[in-house]
T-cell receptor, first 113, second 113 residues
Framework: KAGVTQTPRYLIKTRGQQVTLSCSPI?????VSWYQQTPGQGLQFLFE???????NKGNFPGRFSGRQFSNSRSEMNVSTLELGDSALYLC????????????FGPGTRLLVL | KNQVEQSPQSLIILEGKNCTLQ??????????LRWYKQDTGRGPVSLTI?????NTKSNGRYTATLDADTKQSSLHITASQLSDSASYIC????????????FGTGTRLQVFP
């Protein structure tokens, strides 16, 4: 069974640009969550999608948005990039929500110049 | 304020030795507590998930304990191996209208031969 895949793996953008990251969950998984990881803040929860609906949202500005498609694939978009958005963005999938085990992808490393 | 604190921040042990990592939280209302292992440059891997009613849960050489009264959890690693070198992250979920995830900053474990 293939694991969680994220594309692209590395990305360099400049301030003010926007970026879209993609996540393909494990087959059969309907829940996808997104996290930001930085050396200073550690892991922070961005949002969770289940069956195309945003179920949960962390404390991030509206520049961060996401969506989930009918095949459970998910995208995350960041508009008007800031230097502080440089981070590793991780996606995790699970069969459902709640106490299900989450399986993480390798992440997308974003550098904003 | 909901917080998760982990100690020690970093730890060096010799291969074959045991070690215990600590996680103290002030999250309320409590839903569940998870331990993750994250190798450098990779996404986290789930080790254990524990609810309020569970005192201990094992996953191979990893044993997590939970004391919901004192709001403390520990992760015990038995007979450490070089491959145990990683960051270990404690995550507490708060039950509310939607579950909120509060992350600890992690313990960096290095196992030397």
């Amino acid at each position: 069974k293939a694991g969680v895949t994220q594309t692209p793996r590395y990305l360099i953008k400049t301030r003010g640009q926007q970026v879209t990251l993609s996540c393909s969950p494990i087959s059969g998984h309907r829940s996808v969550s997104w996290y930001q990881q930085t050396p200073g803040q550690g892991l922070q929860f961005l949002f969770e999608y289940f069956s195309e609906t945003q179920r949960n949202k962390g404390n991030f500005p509206g520049r961060f948005s996401g969506r989930q498609f009918s095949n459970s694939r998910s995208e995350m978009n960041v508009s008007t990039l800031e230097l502080g958005d440089s981070a590793l963005y991780l996606c995790a999938s699970s069969r459902s929500t709640g106490l299900e085990t989450q399986y993480f992808g390798p992440g997308t490393r974003l550098l904003v110049l | 304020k909901n917080q998760v604190e982990q100690s020690p921040q970093s730890l060096i042990i010799l291969e074959g030795k045991n070690c215990t990592l600590q996680c103290n939280y002030t999250v309320s209302p409590f839903s569940n507590l998870r331990w993750y292992k994250q190798d450098t440059g990779r996404g986290p891997v789930s080790l254990t998930i524990m609810t309020f009613s569970e005192n201990t849960k094992s996953n191979g050489r990893y044993t997590a304990t939970l004391d919901a009264d004192t709001k403390q959890s520990s992760l015990h690693i038995t007979a450490s191996q070089l491959s145990d070198s990683a960051s270990y992250i404690c995550v507490v979920s708060s039950r509310g209208g939607t579950d909120k995830l509060i992350f600890g900053t992690g313990t960096r474990l290095q196992v030397f031969p």
